[in-house]
Nanobody, 116 residues
Framework: QVQLVESGGGLVQAGGSLRLSCAASGSSFSSNTMGWYRQAPGKQRELVARITSGGSTSYAGSVKGRFTISRDNAKKTVSLQMNSLKPEDTAVYYC??????????WGQGTQVTVSS
C-alpha cells in the first residue's frame, strides 16, 4: 500500500519561508514523478511543482523563482522549499505520486497560511 505523508505546513508572515516534506512508502519511489499541488478555498486544485524520475522540474508560473522542488530517492522524500511567500499562496498543499504505469496517489494535505 502506498502512503504519502506531508509535513511542514503552518502559519507564516508574507515574505517568509516554509519547507514542505512528503515521505513516501512503497518500492517504486525512484521511478515515479512526484509533485506538489495546492487547493485554496473555493478554487480548483492546481499543480505547483513537479519533478520527474530523472530530476527534471517544472513549476506553475505563479511560483517560479520562489519555490524549489527536490527529491531524495534514498530517503523516499520529496520537498518543496517555499520562499517569499505571499497571501495568495495560502492553501492546502498535497503531495502527489504518479507511477510509471499510471497509478496516482495523494497525501492527506498540509495547510499553509500566509498572513499579510
Amino acid at each position: 500500500q502506498v502512503q504519502l505523508v506531508e509535513s511542514g505546513g503552518g502559519l507564516v508572515q508574507a515574505g517568509g519561508s516554509l519547507r514542505l516534506s512528503c515521505a513516501a512508502s512503497g518500492s517504486s519511489f525512484s521511478s515515479n514523478t512526484m509533485g506538489w499541488y495546492r487547493q485554496a478555498p473555493g478554487k480548483q486544485r492546481e499543480l505547483v511543482a513537479r519533478i520527474t524520475s530523472g530530476g527534471s522540474t517544472s513549476y506553475a508560473g505563479s511560483v517560479k523563482g520562489r519555490f524549489t522542488i527536490s527529491r531524495d530517492n534514498a530517503k523516499k522524500t520529496v520537498s518543496l522549499q517555499m520562499n517569499s511567500l505571499k497571501p495568495e499562496d495560502t492553501a492546502v498543499y498535497y503531495c502527489n505520486s504518479v507511477w510509471p504505469l499510471g497509478a496516482v496517489y495523494w497525501g492527506q494535505g498540509t495547510q499553509v497560511t500566509v498572513s499579510s
